[in-house]
């Protein structure tokens, strides 16, 4: 795909915040855009996969995520260029929606409703540390914990907080299917394991 950049990750921090005003202006208008899976089954409501990761059920909810996005977003969309950075963002939280839609269907969790961008901006943070696994973050502004470290810690914490029902308000499941997906996305489009970034074996690549 021709390298491109436009700054495409502050025209999804836009629309996620025009949403965001919708919503709340019309808070009728979540039940169409967040994804549940009886919206989908029996009404056939098959845009949910796409626009649930736009909505947002809070001012911190959306706030965080934008933040997220912000931060390493950017820096992630130089690296791949806007459009492959779009085609990213969308597939990874698309296919989390749709992984989520699943497992929701087959434990009989149907009166559930999924929103947020958060499984799409934890697949950039995979691809921030796969690019940048010598980089530092510093968590709470405070903590200073490299790239890959952090990546691994959320996946561990998405993972506990699942099996023992921490946390019950959050999606866990979509955070966990974005870093999957994200994974999937560098292996099979890139040709890149994100593991060997992170030990160091992948930097050559890379650059």
């Given amino acids: 795909m021709r390298y491109t950049f436009y700054n495409a990750s502050f025209y999804i921090i836009g629309v996620n915040i025009l949403l965001f005003l919708l919503t709340n202006t019309s808070p009728r208008s979540l039940a169409y855009l967040a994804l549940n899976p009886l919206a989908v089954t029996y009404r056939n409501m098959y845009w949910q996969f796409l626009t649930y990761m736009f909505v947002h059920g809070g001012i ?5 995520n934008m933040l997220g996005l912000f931060f390493f977003g950017s820096h992630v969309e130089r690296r791949m260029g806007s459009n492959e950075f779009l085609l990213f963002y969308l597939s990874t939280g698309v296919l989390a ?44 502004g405070i903590i200073p914990v490299k790239a890959p470290i952090l990546v691994l810690g959320f996946t561990g914490l998405a993972v506990f907080s699942q099996l023992f029902s921490f946390n019950n308000g959050v999606a866990h499941l979509a955070h966990l299917a974005g870093f999957g997906f994200a994974f999937l996305y560098f292996v099979v489009r890139f040709g890149i394991n994100p593991i060997q970034a992170f030990l160091g074996g992948g930097r050559r690549r890379l650059r």
């Fill in 60 to 64: 911190s909810h959306i706030l965080f």
């Fill in 97 to 140: 929606g749709i992984f989520s839609f699943v497992v929701y269907v087959l434990t009989g969790a149907t009166n559930v409703y999924l929103l947020g961008a958060s499984g799409a901006v934890y697949a950039v943070l995979l691809a921030y540390a796969t690019y940048y696994p010598d980089s530092t973050i510093y968590v709470m």
